[in-house]
């Protein structure tokens, strides 16, 4: 299966560390003392305390079993359901849950195209679509592209906005990132989703939270992810389960003191990608970003496929993220074209930036990318 | 939050027992090792493959973050989205989280009366709704009722055969449990659904499975726990993450290494029960169940509340599942009465099983009973 591959490269693109035996020991027999193995337990609430304290800008932090599950609970609690409107606007650029969610609760991707500089769904297409084509919609549901914030956030506020629309940002591989202004992500929208799974700069194995300003959005959140249920069992709100274990947050609490010092070490190559690699375009803003991984953007005519089979011959692991874009899948096929995500599709390369990448590394990858430009 | 409540009880309803430290964190070493956190990686292949040695019948099993995401993903993998019909049969005498799912994935929940005697969903009051009445359904999802294998199991395979609609069974109690001909629950219907929350039988913390005789269904269940994404990474299916992380598998292989001693112990309990409590009837087949705790139906004139509050003020924690009936709920109101379940769920009331119930527990219970009895 997809998703974490068995690791062949000397230098994969992801590398993920976990919190020491010996800590965990330790969790794990203050989880047995406490007899709370799930449902809100002492280590979900201090890491829930964490995460808030992490982003400040007075945020809620609601947990959740993954970044999906966060996303279903958000469009639960944040899209009109009966509205006559069954379109939901999302990048094709993109994971394909988000696409997928949106389909599974029974509305309908329109997809929108993304601008090429931070590679982030472009709030000027989306006005096109909204105001020129005049299509109803139920809801937004952006993405911060590889974990970056978009520069455009405050226009993509204002156009939810004027359309009294929820806008939903996906901040998947985001947490610890910053927009242009300096402040953390997750406290714009109506919300933001992170992801903690194990390829995520906060990973934890499986596990996402939505953060948001709203207190009582993020309340109604925590109900719906334990089924909706009042206080005295009763379900009064729309639920699933999207619980965060015990076990699970002990790992969070864990990654998140060692987080801070992770990205200032993948800034670092961040800066050596930058110095090195000639002739392309790193993603806008990105030098604020976690940096789970650098994604770059090749000039054109420079055969992408060929970068990536040259750097696996070397055991360093590149990938096409998000190459087919989502809107060119059999599952949501027959919508408009969309020429930026279509050309960037082509281009775009994801580069390992964790500890294991050295100054030998970096020059490998130059040299790579060098090779193929014609 | 209400779900798992604080343990003030020295006898509550449930007491989960969790594997020894110095085994998960050999686990935990193994996993740290192996660099595999999820995605199936070794202990989840090992747990899946436990889960189909223990129920036999060439079951497929498919491992989930937790029932109700099993639940979402065997809806979408099942009922036909393109259908017309958007009605799911399913009961009211239910935990929320099924026609919560329903509704969450666009369906409508069309409440169907329960028996008295299994407290499961009735095949014949879900007859007279489909011939009698004519209503076009997309699915069904039937529970067996707090575990126990339903006695009318295969007519409701020949009613979901009749109409050529999936029949899922929620079975989340009963993991370990067995249908009246004595197979294990796992094998029967389009699939069936467990859980492994902490308050379960085998109890995990969150986690969750389908089981299935149908090997390509299970396949495509696979894929769709994880975004519907085939070997190449291009998303095929529908999808969302419901991936079971590689701790809570590990927890899950030692806590079904013990589950059939446990059993037996709570059917002793059982049996003391059905000796001691005189003038209630027992649920049908619960002998065979799992018996994460023992439901009994109070006679008519027996006080329930007031039962619960006798046995609260002896420390001895008693439930009443499922009142109110979800059909009561503001979520969901509006469709036809169900004289049975609005009768039972005044008087059913859920009793501890597990290895606290001494002989006076046991005692203690039938006297309250008794003594509410008019």
């Not at 679509?129 to 914030?149: E, H, M, P, Y």
């Not at 910053?178 to 992170?194: K, M, N, P, S």
């Not at 987080?259 to 090195?276: F, G, N, Q, S």
């Not at 992408?304 to 360093?316: E, H, P, S, T, Y």
Request: aromatic share 8%.
């Amino acid at each position: 299966m997809a998703g974490e591959r068995l690791m062949t490269y000397s230098v994969p693109l992801i590398a993920p560390s976990f919190p020491a035996a010996e800590d965990m020991d330790g969790d794990y027999r203050d989880i047995l003392d406490s007899g709370r193995f799930s449902n809100f337990g002492p280590f979900e609430r201090a890491f829930r305390a964490a995460l808030e304290d992490h982003v400040g800008q007075s945020v809620s932090a609601v947990t959740f079993s993954s970044a999906t599950t966060a996303l279903q609970a958000a469009m639960l609690a944040c899209v009109d359901r009966g509205s006559a409107a069954r379109d939901v606007l999302v990048p094709a650029f993109t994971f394909p849950a988000g696409p997928q969610s949106i389909a599974a609760l029974g509305f309908t991707p329109r997809f929108v195209d993304i601008e090429p500089v931070g590679l982030h769904a472009d709030p000027d297409a989306a006005a096109r679509i909204l105001k020129r084509d005049q299509v109803s919609i139920a809801g937004i549901v952006i993405g911060n592209s590889f974990g970056t914030g978009a520069h455009h956030i405050s226009a993509w506020e204002d156009l939810a906005g004027e359309f009294d629309v929820a806008l939903i940002i996906d901040s998947a591989a985001g947490f610890g990132s910053a927009y242009e202004d300096g402040t953390a992500l997750g406290a714009r929208g109506t919300c933001e989703i992170f992801s903690f799974h194990a390829t995520k700069p906060l990973a934890i194995g499986e596990g996402g939270a939505v953060l948001t300003r709203d207190p009582d959005l993020a309340e109604r959140l925590r109900r719906i992810s334990n089924f909706g249920l009042d206080d005295d069992g009763v379900a009064r709100l729309p639920g699933l389960n999207g619980k965060l274990n015990e076990f699970a947050a002990a790992i969070g609490i864990r990654q998140l003191a060692g987080l801070e010092a992770d990205i200032v070490r993948r800034r670092a190559v961040h800066d050596a990608y930058r110095t090195a690699v000639a002739d392309v375009d790193f993603q806008r803003n990105a030098e604020r970003s976690a940096l789970g991984f650098v994604s770059l953007v090749l000039s054109h005519g420079t055969d992408r496929d060929a970068v990536v089979g040259d750097l696996a011959a070397r055991a360093i692991e590149a990938r096409r993220y998000y190459a087919p874009a989502v809107h060119r899948s059999d599952l949501f096929a027959g919508g408009a074209p969309l020429p930026v995500t279509e050309d960037i599709e082509g281009r775009v390369i994801s580069l390992p930036s964790h500890r294991g990448v050295t100054p030998a590394v970096v020059e490998a990858v130059a040299e790579a990318i060098s090779a193929r430009r014609s």
